[in-house]
C-alpha cells in the first residue's frame, strides 16, 4: 500500500509539472479590435491591432498593434509597448517576445523599468526574462530612485525577486551629500544599502575616500 500511494504521488507530481511547462509555454491573446491571419515569407502570423493584450508567465504583454507567430511562439509588438509583472513596469516603443526564452527584448531611444519602490531605470536597451524576473540592460543606462539619487553604469542587471540593481562597468552614484565611482556597486531597494568593489572612490563635503570594498546605508548615511 506504501508503494502505491508514493508511485501515485510520484505521477500525480509529474502531471502538475506537465500542466506547469505548458501553462508556461502557452500565449494567450486576451484582447485586441482586430486580429487578421496574414503570411510573411511563407509563414503564417496574426496581424493584431488596437489595444492588443497578452499574457504569458503571469505577465501582461500590452501594445499598439503586433505580429504573433503562433507556431514559433514569437511576437514582434510595436506601439506603447509594456510589459506588468507583478508590480514591475516596462515601457518602450517596440519589443520581440521570444516565448518559448521567456525573452522580452526592448529596443528604442527610451526604455524605462519602474519597480514598486518607485525606482525608475531608464536606457536604450533592455531584455526582461519574464520567469526569472530578471532584467538585464547595456549600452548604458540610469537608474534614479524616489529620493532622486542617481545610479548609473555602462550595463548591469534588475533582480525583482530580490529587490536589487546592480552596475557594472564605469559606475558613478550621484546624491545631494555623495559622489561615487566605482566598478561595480549592488543597490538593495528593499534595504535602501550600497554595496561597492574594487576601485572605489567617493567624495562627501570634504571627505574622500578610496577603497576596494565596503557599503554605505543610505537611511543614516
Known amino acids: 500500500l506504501k508503494r502505491t500511494a508514493t508511485a501515485f504521488l ?3 507530481c509529474g502531471w502538475v509539472l506537465c500542466a506547469q511547462e505548458k501553462r508556461d509555454s502557452l500565449v494567450r491573446l486576451l484582447a485586441a479590435d482586430k486580429a487578421t ?5 511563407g509563414k503564417q502570423y ?3 491591432d488596437g489595444h492588443a493584450r497578452f499574457l504569458h508567465n503571469d505577465t501582461y504583454l500590452i501594445c499598439d498593434s503586433a505580429y504573433w507567430n503562433v507556431e514559433d511562439n514569437f511576437i514582434d509588438a510595436f506601439g ?6 507583478d508590480k ?3 515601457t518602450g516603443d517596440s519589443l520581440k517576445y521570444y516565448a518559448n526564452d521567456n525573452l522580452a527584448c526592448f529596443r528604442g531611444h527610451l526604455v524605462e523599468l519602474s519597480d514598486k519602490d518607485s525606482n525608475i531605470l531608464r536606457t536604450n536597451f533592455l531584455d526582461y526574462n519574464t520567469k526569472d524576473s530578471i532584467a538585464t540592460f547595456f549600452r548604458g543606462g540610469a537608474m534614479r530612485d524616489k529620493d532622486g539619487n542617481v ?3 555602462r550595463q548591469g542587471n534588475y533582480f525583482s525577486k530580490e529587490d536589487l540593481f546592480l552596475f ?3 559606475v558613478n552614484m550621484f546624491s545631494d551629500s555623495l559622489f561615487m565611482v566605482s566598478d561595480t556597486i549592488r543597490y538593495n531597494s528593499k534595504l535602501d544599502v550600497i554595496t561597492f568593489s574594487k576601485n572605489t572612490n567617493a567624495w562627501q563635503n570634504e571627505n ?3 577603497c576596494n570594498n565596503g557599503w554605505y546605508n543610505r537611511n543614516n548615511e
Do not use: F, G, P
Open 208 to 210: 574622500a575616500l578610496k
Open 80 to 85: 506603447h509597448v509594456s510589459v506588468i509583472q
Open 46 to 48: 496574426r496581424k493584431v
Open 168 to 170: 557594472v562597468n564605469n
Open 10 to 12: 510520484l505521477l500525480l
Open 37 to 41: 491571419i496574414i503570411e510573411v515569407d
Open 88 to 90: 514591475t513596469t516596462l
Open 151 to 153: 545610479i548609473e553604469s
